[in-house]
């Protein structure tokens, strides 16, 4: 069974910097994965935080436009968010998905809670 497993996150002041990893198991990312980072707060939807497609491109939220880095190491099968300038409302759970498109496979991570404190 395919599993996304995210760590990184943590309790970090506003200013700061987290990574998050995102590791997955019995999918390679070699094989035309799409990798995202999605967030979601309390009381609100789940919104797209950052896209890595395989074939290198990225798309970012433009909340989080010059202070987020996404990228991949497909020989570990990991991707990476890496969060600078952390804001209060940078606050949520993130969760990594992996979608396939030529099959529609799409998975994700358990999340992990990202707080920012003042």
């Known amino acids: 069974q395919v599993q996304l497993v995210e760590s990184g996150g943590g309790l970090v002041q506003a200013g700061g910097s987290l990574r998050l990893s995102c590791a997955a198991s019995r999918i390679s990312f070699s094989y035309y994965y799409d990798m995202g980072w999605y967030r979601q707060a309390p009381g609100k939807q789940r919104e797209l935080v950052a896209v890595l497609s395989s074939g290198g491109a990225t798309n970012y939220a433009d909340s989080v436009k010059g202070r987020f880095t996404i990228s991949r190491d497909n020989a570990k099968n990991t991707v990476y968010l890496q969060m600078n300038s952390l804001k209060i409302e940078d606050t949520a759970v993130y969760y990594c998905?992996?979608?396939?498109?030529?099959?529609?496979?799409?998975?994700w991570g358990q999340g992990t809670q990202v707080t920012v404190s003042s």
């Open positions: 998905n992996a979608h396939r498109r030529v099959s529609g496979d799409d998975y």
